[in-house]
């Protein structure tokens, strides 16, 4: 991955292009390493995107789901080990991971973009398989609307580090159990590249503001 430095709307932007994962063999302080190395940048706001599945019958494949909050099915955690004090608190509170005024602010943005926003809760496994049938059905029951391989770690780091955050999901197929369908890696990457440019003049229209 690379870092990306510019404006966007105006306003200055450090972007990361790619993310290192758990299922890589990556551990959980080399994925928490680039948002560490971003808030030493100065950076006070992170925006978190990502592919994940979708369990929410509500939902449909290509919408966009803004992250409310998050359940951390890694086996493991960013912060385990000695704690600096100079990023965080040894046992950081987790009340309000993804701040509340900029989920406001982005369905403000999607409603005036006339964008379909969906807002549920995020599941984060450490893949690389996608889940069984039976896994599906007990995810959606502990109350997750869609399921992934990434961002938790991410989060939690920045939330340690007193950034704010603010999470998009590109929902690319649907895990009904119920309705269970085979999932092709093409059509994944088909409904991420139709959404892709929605969710990006979405992150545009919230950077502009914040």
Excluded at 150 to 160: D, F, G, N, R
């Amino acid at each position: 991955g690379r870092l990306l430095f510019g404006k966007l709307r105006g306003q200055p932007v450090v972007c990361m292009q790619g993310r290192f994962h758990f299922y890589e063999g990556y551990s959980f302080q080399q994925i928490a390493f680039p948002v560490r190395t971003l808030k030493k940048l100065g950076i006070e706001t992170l925006i978190l995107s990502n592919a994940c599945g979708g369990m929410n019958p509500n939902f449909k494949a290509g919408d966009i789901m803004l992250i409310k909050d998050h359940i951390n099915f890694f086996p493991g955690n960013p912060l385990i080990g000695p704690n600096d004090d100079n990023w965080g608190d040894r046992f950081p509170d987790m009340f309000e991971v993804y701040n509340r005024g900029y989920q406001q602010l982005a369905k403000d943005v999607a409603l005036e973009q006339n964008l379909r926003l969906q807002e549920g809760v995020y599941v984060g496994l450490t893949g690389p398989c996608l889940e069984t049938a039976a896994e599906y059905r007990m995810l959606r029951g502990f109350g997750a609307d869609a399921v992934g391989m990434s961002t938790v770690p991410e989060a939690i780091t920045a939330h340690h580090q007193h950034n704010k955050v603010l999470g998009f999901s590109i929902i690319t197929d649907m895990g009904l159990p119920d309705a269970m369908k085979p999932c092709s890696l093409d059509d994944v990457i088909g409904n991420a590249t139709k959404a892709e440019p929605k969710l990006r003049e979405l992150i545009a229209g919230c950077v502009e503001r914040m």
